[in-house]
T-cell receptor
Framework: QKEVEQNSGPLSVPEGAIASLNCTYSDRVSQSFFWYRQYSGKSPELIMSIYSNGDKEDGRFTAQLNKASQYVSLLIRDSQPSDSATYLCAVHCPPNTGGFKTIFGAGTRLFVKA | DVKVTQSSRYLVKRTGEKVFLECVQDMDHENMFWYRQDPGLGLRLIYFSYDVKMKEKGDIPEGYSVSREKKERFSLILESASTNQTSMYLC????????????FGPGTRLTVL
């Protein structure tokens, strides 16, 4: 059973701080990794994708991937109250006897306190 | 701009009714997906399609069927709605080979009484 694990939170950080969200996955040959933001009552919105080891930066967001440790993280710099949401980690697993699909973690709730 | 639309935001149906949920994408994406999202259970894949008239079962296909007659449109059908199918239903699409990022529609909150 392929799994994607996230701490459900809530993670609470003060405005202006760095929020660090973590995700581990079980399938060693996973190839594509995504972070989605989901506001309450809304659908998930893609904010970052990462395909190779290392860091990828986009504005205040940085995704970090370590395939050897099967670990992907999302850093949010200068956190704002508008960043308060649930963040979903998603991992795409390549074809195998069980088929191939994207597996979503259950999400980490982030609160940014003004 | 990327756009996935779903036929209804909110829907209330009675047990035993046949329910149609429709999803349309305007991005010429090959792949389309139906998920349901429940508190504490996260996103669960019901069915997906990687081409017109093609469909594959996801993790929880029981009680559901799908139809993809045109590339831009993917329908989810509940043959006989039951109360345990009360949920948020999310449609998504992605381009090319499976493994690229998925874009989600706004969701349909279905209540079965």
């Amino acid at each position: 059973q392929k799994e994607v694990e996230q701490n459900s939170g809530p993670l609470s950080v003060p405005e202006g701080a760095i929020a660090s969200l973590n995700c581990t996955y079980s399938d060693r040959v996973s190839q594509s990794f995504f972070w989605y933001r989901q506001y309450s009552g809304k659908s998930p919105e893609l904010i970052m994708s990462i395909y190779s080891n290392g860091d990828k930066e986009d504005g205040r967001f940085t995704a970090q991937l370590n395939k050897a440790s099967q670990y992907v993280s999302l850093l949010i710099r200068d956190s704002q109250p508008s960043d308060s949401a649930t963040y979903l980690c998603a991992v795409h697993c390549p074809p195998n006897t069980g088929g191939f699909k994207t597996i979503f973690g259950a999400g980490t709730r982030l609160f940014v306190k003004a | 701009d990327v756009k996935v639309t779903q036929s209804s935001r909110y829907l209330v149906k009675r047990t035993g009714e046949k329910v149609f949920l429709e999803c349309v994408q305007d991005m010429d994406h090959e792949n389309m997906f139906w998920y349901r999202q429940d508190p504490g259970l996260g996103l669960r894949l019901i069915y997906f399609s990687y081409d017109v008239k093609m469909k594959e079962k996801g993790d929880i296909p029981e009680g559901y069927s799908v139809s993809r007659e045109k590339k831009e449109r993917f329908s989810l059908i509940l043959e006989s709605a039951s109360t345990n199918q009360t949920s948020m239903y999310l449609c998504a699409s992605s381009r090319g080979r499976l493994g690229y990022e998925q874009f989600f529609g706004p969701g349909t909150r279905l209540t079965v009484l």
